[in-house]
């Protein structure tokens, strides 16, 4: 974990070292934030969407007669873990291209 966290500082510098102004600075730090985001979401969704599966397989393998049942509702469980994923997409581009603080 120190060594995401040098690395993210590390990469950092670069995009707070170029003089300019303020607009140079606001850029940067939406690119880092919108990267750092974007990370999050997908490691989090990931991580849910790992749980939800292993749960639905444990399910079927207990109850084989519940299979489709089972299967209906973590897809629409996968669905909506993917919508957060998704939701952040669209934020770290309104901040990459649409960025308001400009």
């Given at each position: 974990?120190?060594?995401?966290?040098?690395?993210?500082l590390?990469?950092?510098?670069?995009?707070f070292?170029?003089?300019g102004?303020?607009t140079?600075t606001?850029?940067?730090?939406?690119v880092?934030a919108?990267?750092i985001?974007?990370?999050?979401a997908?490691l989090g969704?990931a991580i849910?969407m790992?749980?939800a599966?292993?749960?639905?397989?444990?399910?079927?393998?207990?109850?084989p007669g519940?299979?489709?049942?089972?299967m209906?509702?973590?897809?629409?469980?996968?669905?909506?873990?993917?919508?957060?994923?998704i939701?952040t997409?669209v934020?770290?581009?309104i901040?990459l291209?649409?960025?308001?603080?400009?």
């Amino acid at each position: 974990m120190k060594k995401i966290i040098l690395l993210t500082l590390a990469f950092a510098s670069f995009a707070f070292g170029a003089e300019g102004d303020a607009t140079t600075t606001i850029q940067a730090v939406s690119v880092l934030a919108a990267v750092i985001g974007l990370g999050i979401a997908a490691l989090g969704g990931a991580i849910g969407m790992g749980h939800a599966t292993a749960a639905t397989i444990l399910g079927i393998a207990r109850n084989p007669g519940l299979g489709s049942k089972l299967m209906n509702t973590m897809f629409i469980a996968v669905a909506m873990i993917e919508a957060q994923v998704i939701y952040t997409f669209v934020l770290a581009v309104i901040a990459l291209y649409g960025n308001p603080f400009l």
